[in-house]
C-alpha cells in the first residue's frame, strides 16, 4: 500500500462547478499537509496547508483534514478554466525538525479539467 | 514571491557521464533544500534533504554515492549524477525553504528533464 494515495482521473468539470479532490494516507506519523497546483513544465506551487483536523478556507479554495480517517480534501468553487491544472496533495512528518522528516510525501496528483 | 531556478531545464547525456544540475533560490536565503524525483507516472519522490554547510540526509533506496549533493552556500545547492545510466532517466526537480521570515513554505524549482542514452 502507498503511503499516499491519489486519483490521478482527469477529473473533468464545467466551468463553476465546485470541484473536490481527495487523498488518503496510510502513516499517521504525518502531521502537516498541503495542496500544490502544478502547471505542465513548471514546478508545483503551494496553494493551501495546514497542520489540524477541521477545514481551512482561503478565497475560492477550501483544504480538509481529518486525521482520525487519514482523508485530506480540497475543494475549489465557482472553478474556472484557469485552474486547469494538475493538484498534488502533499504531506511531511515535521517541520523544521531536521533530516528527512521535513520532506513532503506527495500523491501522484489528479489532473483537473474545467471546460468552459 | 520567493523564486527558485534549475539549470539545466533538460539535458540528454551518454550512458556512464555524469550530469550536474543546479537549483538557486534567487531572492531568498534557503536554509535547507530538498530534492526530489519523479518517474512518468508516478508521484514526486524525495531523494534527499540538504541544510546548508552539511551533509545531505538521503531516503531509503538512495545511492548517496552515486547522486552527490553539495549545499556550499545558502542560495545554491547542486545534484550530480554519477556514472548515469538509462534507468536514471526521470524529471529531477529541487524545493528551498528559509526558516527566516518566509515561514516553512517550500518553493519549487521547474524542474530537469534527464534523459540518459
Known amino acids: 500500500q502507498k503511503e499516499v494515495e491519489q486519483d490521478p482521473g482527469p477529473l473533468s468539470v464545467p466551468e463553476g462547478a465546485i470541484v473536490s479532490l481527495n487523498c488518503t494516507y496510510s502513516?499517521?506519523?504525518?502531521?502537516?499537509f498541503m495542496w500544490y497546483r502544478q502547471y505542465s513544465r513548471k514546478g508545483p506551487e503551494l496553494l493551501m496547508y495546514?497542520?489540524?483536523?477541521g477545514n481551512k478556507e482561503d478565497g475560492r479554495f477550501t483544504a480538509q483534514v481529518d486525521k482520525s480517517s487519514k482523508y485530506i480534501s480540497l475543494f475549489i468553487r465557482d472553478s474556472q478554466p484557469s485552474d486547469s491544472a494538475t493538484y498534488l496533495c502533499?504531506?511531511?512528518?515535521?517541520?523544521?525538525?531536521?533530516?528527512?522528516?521535513?520532506?513532503?510525501?506527495f500523491g501522484k496528483g489528479t489532473h483537473l479539467i474545467i471546460q468552459p | 514571491g520567493a523564486v527558485v531556478s534549475q539549470h539545466p531545464s533538460r539535458v540528454i547525456c551518454k550512458s556512464g557521464t555524469s550530469v550536474k544540475i543546479e537549483c538557486r533560490s534567487l531572492?531568498?536565503?534557503?536554509?535547507?533544500m530538498f530534492w526530489y524525483r519523479q518517474f512518468p507516472k508516478q508521484s514526486l519522490m524525495l531523494m534527499a534533504t540538504?541544510?546548508?554547510?552539511?551533509?545531505?540526509?538521503?531516503e531509503q533506496g538512495v545511492e548517496k554515492d552515486k547522486f552527490l549533493i553539495n549545499h556550499a552556500s545558502l542560495t545554491l545547492s547542486t545534484l550530480t549524477v554519477t556514472s548515469a545510466h538509462p534507468e536514471d532517466s526521470s524529471f529531477y526537480i529541487c524545493?528551498?525553504?528559509?526558516?527566516?521570515?518566509?515561514?516553512?513554505?517550500?518553493?519549487f524549482g521547474p524542474g530537469t528533464r534527464l534523459t540518459v542514452l
Open positions: 524545493s528551498a525553504r528559509s526558516d527566516r521570515g518566509l515561514g516553512n513554505e517550500q518553493f
Open positions: 502513516n499517521s506519523a504525518f502531521q502537516y
Open positions: 495546514t497542520y489540524s483536523s
Open positions: 502533499a504531506m511531511s512528518r515535521g517541520m523544521y525538525s531536521g533530516g528527512g522528516a521535513d520532506g513532503l510525501t
Open positions: 531572492d531568498f536565503q534557503a536554509t535547507t
Open positions: 540538504s541544510n546548508e554547510g552539511s551533509k545531505a540526509t538521503y
